[in-house]
């Protein structure tokens, strides 16, 4: 990955974990850790902690 390419992904990161951390408070800075530049890591995360379904979990995190 180039240098522009990734420090783009890294800061549309910081946004989806701050929506994360907004929409499902249980999450802690360990799970968003994990998940670290992992979308399916952190939608399995929230998935585990909450039980909501994908759909729900990509749905919000992809809502501006």
Same mark, same amino acid.
């Given at each position: 990955?180039?240098?522009?390419?990734?420090?783009?992904?890294?800061?549309?990161? !910081?946004?989806?974990?701050?929506?994360?951390?907004?929409?499902?408070?249980?999450?802690? !800075?360990?799970?968003? !850790?994990?998940?670290?530049?992992?979308?399916? &890591?952190?939608?399995?995360?929230?998935?585990?902690?909450?039980? &909501?379904?994908?759909?729900?979990?990509?749905?919000?995190?992809?809502?501006?």
């Amino acid at each position: 990955m180039d240098e522009s390419t990734k420090a783009k992904w890294e800061g549309r990161w !910081d946004q989806v974990k701050g929506k994360a951390r907004q929409a499902w408070g249980e999450l802690t !800075d360990d799970d968003l !850790d994990v998940a670290e530049g992992s979308w399916d &890591e952190l939608v399995g995360k929230i998935k585990e902690r909450t039980g &909501e379904r994908v759909e729900s979990i990509e749905a919000a995190l992809r809502d501006d």
